[in-house]
């Protein structure tokens, strides 16, 4: 299996509380550990970030 590693638009809130949200549900520890969730996850930020790189591709 891959690595879940969201990756975030520089700067962006909405990117930032996916991350935090990634690095909860991928923590075994954690009582909100789903794997499912961090793909979705891992998803949300991408398409997100998609956005974020249309409204500004100068970065």
Same mark, same amino acid.
């Given at each position: 299996m +891959?690595p879940?590693s969201?990756n975030?638009y520089p700067g962006?809130?909405?990117?930032?509380?996916?991350?935090?949200?990634?690095?909860?549900v991928t923590?075994?520890?954690?009582?909100?550990?789903d794997l499912e *969730?961090?793909? *979705?996850?891992? +998803?949300?930020? *991408?398409?997100? *970030?998609?956005?974020?790189?249309?409204a500004?591709?100068a970065l």
């Amino acid at each position: 299996m +891959d690595p879940i590693s969201p990756n975030p638009y520089p700067g962006c809130d909405v990117c930032a509380a996916l991350v935090r949200e990634c690095i909860d549900v991928t923590e075994p520890a954690s009582p909100l550990f789903d794997l499912e *969730r961090a793909h *979705r996850i891992v +998803d949300e930020t *991408r398409d997100h *970030r998609n956005q974020d790189e249309a409204a500004a591709p100068a970065l």
